[in-house]
């Protein structure tokens, strides 16, 4: 089981830097970075297409992250 776990540890940490690095830059350069806030905040930009499926991915693959890591703590014990 513990074997199990960390081979599945390391593929979803490896599919979720994937994910995190094909995702686009929110915001470009100085004036990007003062209003880049504001406009996730009062949602300007809607993330479509690729963005989207990317940005869902990466949520289910972080939580994914943390649950394995807490089950591969619970059965080291």
């Known amino acids: 089981?513990?074997?199990?776990?960390?081979?599945?540890?390391?593929?979803?940490?490896?599919?979720?830097?994937?994910?995190?690095?094909?995702?686009s830059g929110k915001s470009a350069g100085l004036s990007g970075a003062i209003s880049g806030g504001a406009e996730q905040l009062f949602g300007k930009q809607k993330a479509r297409g690729i963005d989207l499926v990317l940005h869902r991915a990466t949520i289910v693959l972080s939580v994914l992250f943390f649950v394995l890591t807490i089950a591969?703590?619970?059965?080291?014990?």
């Open 1 to 23: 089981m513990h074997t199990f776990l960390v081979v599945l540890l390391v593929l979803v940490c490896i599919a979720l830097i994937v994910c995190v690095l094909l995702q």
């Open 72 to 77: 591969l703590t619970y059965f080291e014990l």
